[in-house]
């Protein structure tokens, strides 16, 4: 009976704290259903259903829409190929060059400011616009400023690249863009991370005897381990959200082979009007995803285990 009142005494404690804590939490409960919980519901639902947007009809066909997406053609199989391969190539370029500029810039002692300015100007500026500034810049003719210098101006080339209506340099102009735009968000976010580190540190490895190098490796990079698994996390969550530079620069073209997945999901959502198959790609994206989330999670805390943090 002890027990059993004791276990009622909690119970009706932490009730309390619940009811005490709801009129602050509630808007917040009511947000988060209204405009998160409920929309992924219901994605789950139109994936699994053949759904008529005009009539609002929702007829449940089970996993056809995963098997048209997965087998039917090759275009999602290139999309998919296509997001991974703007992760591997832009993601460690941005790491590597925002910790190398953020070091640069943190060890400067006059004009940090102008700096920070300058690297974060592509990150503020839409995304429509460098679109636009990088599709002149790969224009497939004379007046593409790429195909200019190299054909009219230095002659390293006999004639004009066609560059966004390949498959190789059509990928690698969204690829240079995105390393472009982001390095700037990662460079200030590391600038931060690199600023938190105590003085005292770099100071005591100098009076014993390190160099630069040692320095950068054992207390900066260590340093900023956290904050490089954080970037590193959101730029290839970006990467998985690749969409407006694609439908600027390529829409896809040639035959897809320049696809991402989001580009992919718009293309049958609203050319097609294929909703259910829509559903399906948003799906299997916020999956793999929530994958790589999780083992670079556990890769990390695996360092960190042998490191003995």
Not at 158 to 173: C, F, H, K, Q, S
Not at 205 to 218: E, L, N, P, T, V
């Amino acid at each position: 009976m002890n027990s059993m009142s004791l276990r009622k005494k909690r119970f009706h404690k932490g009730l309390r704290g619940w009811l005490s804590a709801l009129p602050f939490i509630l808007p917040g409960l009511i947000l988060v259903t209204v405009f998160i919980i409920y929309p992924m519901l219901f994605t789950i639902r139109i994936s699994l259903s053949d759904y008529r947007i005009v009539t609002g009809d929702i007829t449940y066909i089970g996993l056809t829409n995963f098997k048209n997406v997965l087998f039917e053609t090759k275009e999602f199989w290139y999309a998919y190929r296509n997001n991974f391969l703007y992760a591997i190539v832009t993601v460690p370029l941005i790491i590597f060059g925002g910790l190398l500029f953020s070091y640069l810039v943190n060890n400067l002692k006059h004009g940090q400011s102008i700096f920070k300015v300058g690297f974060y100007l592509p990150v503020i500026t839409s995304w429509v616009i460098v679109s636009l500034v990088f599709k002149y810049m790969f224009g497939n003719s004379n007046t593409g400023m790429l195909n200019y210098l190299l054909v009219d101006v230095f002659h390293i080339l006999d004639d004009y690249v066609p560059w966004l209506y390949r498959e190789w340099t059509g990928n690698g102009a969204i690829w240079v863009m995105g390393i472009w735009k982001n390095m700037g968000w990662a460079m200030l976010i590391f600038l931060a991370a690199l600023q938190s580190i105590p003085k005292d540190l770099y100071e005591s490895a100098s009076i014993d005897g390190a160099g630069i190098w040692a320095k950068f490796r054992y207390i900066t990079i260590s340093a900023v381990k956290p904050t490089i698994y954080f970037v590193m996390v959101n730029m290839i969550i970006g990467s998985f959200n690749v969409f407006i530079q694609v439908m600027l620069l390529t829409s896809g073209n040639p035959n897809g082979t320049t696809s991402v997945l989001q580009y992919l999901l718009y293309n049958r959502a609203f050319s097609k009007f294929e909703f259910g198959e829509a559903s399906a790609i948003g799906l299997i994206s916020a999956v793999t995803i929530i994958l790589l989330t999780v083992l670079l999670n556990k890769i990390f805390l695996l360092d960190e285990k042998e490191s003995g943090v």
